[in-house]
């Protein structure tokens, strides 16, 4: 008999994390090459890990090894692994009602979150949502209803940005050409600015006293590639996440807001990795006092529970017709419901606040161990969302590529999820409900990896 949902601690999560088998063990690799037979080959599977069974913070494999994740399953588990209250309003949603044609009746449920979320976005302007089933398509939705809102044919997005897979999220994005490859022709009319990663920066400079040249790159490709009554609209996302948490500086997205005034360009937010309280504020965008015309949320947004997606727009920007756009399932109510429980969840247990207080503690942690480390070149955060780069010397700043990955296999064998991103960084974004206890244990183990890892360098 399948175990049925519990909701209380379970059994296992009491040893905190530990490894008692290899990984991956007997019955993860069985599983595995049954996978390698009938699943799409085109996943980035780097280490071998089959879960079984979540709780909090821990996740369980199905050879009984203990996790403690520090990514949150991908950036998605911000309440951690089956919070009870998300996990009860499922149930009881699924019980009473799973599925109306949300596309052509209407229920509250989708009303309720669409309050919420308008309530919570930043501007004080009215602002409408299209519901979708993930991040890909909430950008998606957000490519198109700029088109249709400005009648203008053109995008700016940035360099190295990620914003999904399917053609209009993949043409905005630039993060990996193996994203792109074979795949061309893509929707054209995309010009990409460089994004200012201010500790590899593409015009040799350091901030501050940079006089902002990725930023002038950008003005001047108006007069060259980019007529800008063109431009509908330019995608960011706040922080970068996939680049490996590159987060520009103060004056950035106030001088691009100024810039998209200028021209009549709206501002798309991608904040499908940063958003809900991720970076200790609700929208990371918040950190540089801007609102977005246009938000693109996921992940995290219904707990991980049911996938889900949505597009926050200015009222008078998502002023398309009927018909326009729609989709079978988003906003589908057990997403909704899963959402609506969570975003309680955040509120009640303060959770925006409690990823900038502990966040703190994680970035001076990080950086006690930076200073102790030849390989660390830099580390960087915001709330729960931090990363640590590391180079092969500090000087030249070659990435550490092999000892990076070596590093987050080595964090697995002692029982400590992280995530790779960019070339050689490290993701740190635990899920928000951590306790400080298991925040300080999780790096502790993660600074034991690093430290293994530099003794063989
Ligand atoms: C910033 C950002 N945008 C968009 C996406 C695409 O989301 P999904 O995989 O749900 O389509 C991701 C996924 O990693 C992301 O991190």
Redesign the pocket.
């Known amino acids: 008999m399948p175990s049925v949902i519990s909701l209380s601690r379970p059994s296992w999560v009491r040893g905190g994390p530990r490894v008692i088998k290899q990984i991956p063990g007997p019955r993860a690799r069985r599983i595995i090459e049954r996978d390698e037979r009938v699943i799409s080959p085109s996943y980035t599977r780097a280490d071998p890990l089959v879960g079984e069974e979540g709780w909090g913070v821990y996740v369980r494999d199905v050879d009984g090894n203990v996790f403690l994740d520090l990514s949150s399953g991908?950036?998605v588990l911000n309440y951690g692994y089956s919070h009870p209250a998300l996990v009860r309003a499922v149930q009881r949603q699924a019980a009473r009602l799973t599925h109306f044609a949300g596309t052509d009746f209407y229920y509250e449920l989708q009303v309720e979150l669409a309050e919420e979320l308008v309530s919570l976005a930043p501007g004080s302007f009215e602002k409408r949502v299209f519901f979708a089933n993930?991040?890909?398509?909430?950008?998606e939705a957000a490519f198109k209803c700029a088109r249709w809102h400005t009648r203008r044919p053109r995008m700016i997005a940035f360099a190295g940005?990620?914003?999904?897979?399917?053609f209009g999220?993949m043409s905005l994005s630039s993060s990996s050409a193996t994203h792109r490859r074979f795949f061309e022709p893509l929707v054209p009319g995309v010009s990409f600015a460089p994004f200012p990663y201010c500790y590899r920066c593409q015009f040799g400079q350091s901030y501050p006293g940079c006089d902002f040249l990725c930023f002038e790159y950008l003005r001047s490709s108006l007069a060259t590639t980019t007529p800008p009554e063109e431009v509908a609209a330019v995608i960011t996302?706040p922080i970068q996440?996939?680049a490996g948490y590159i987060i520009p500086p103060p004056e950035f997205y106030p001088m691009l807001k100024e810039l998209c005034e200028e021209h009549g360009w709206l501002l798309i937010a991608?904040e499908?990795?940063?958003g809900l309280g991720r970076t200790g504020k609700m929208f990371a965008m918040e950190h540089w006092r801007v609102a977005p015309d246009i938000i693109?949320l996921?992940?995290a947004l219904a707990g991980g529970m049911v996938?889900m997606?949505a597009t926050v727009a200015r009222a008078d920007v998502m002023d398309w017709s009927p018909g326009a756009h729609a989709s079978t399932f988003g906003g589908n109510l057990l997403a909704c419901a899963a959402a609506l429980a969570g975003l309680k969840v955040l509120k009640r247990q303060k959770l925006v606040e409690r990823a900038e207080k502990l966040g703190r503690l994680a970035l001076a942690r990080l950086q006690e161990m930076a200073e102790k480390s030849k390989l660390v070149g830099e580390v960087r955060g915001k709330g729960l969302l931090l990363a640590v780069e590391l180079v092969k010397d500090r000087e030249r700043k070659q990435p550490a590529v092999e000892e990076r990955d070596a590093v987050v296999r080595k964090a697995l064998n002692r029982g400590v999820i992280v995530f790779r991103g960019g070339r050689s960084t490290i993701r740190i974004a635990p899920p928000l409900i951590i306790s400080r206890k298991e925040l300080e244990l999780g790096l502790d183990l993660f600074g034991r990896a690093l430290e293994e890892v530099e003794r063989a360098c």
């Open positions: 991908m950036f993930s991040g890909t398509e909430a950008v940005a990620f914003h999904g897979r399917t999220a996302e996440g996939n991608d499908i990795q940063t693109c996921a992940k996938p997606g």
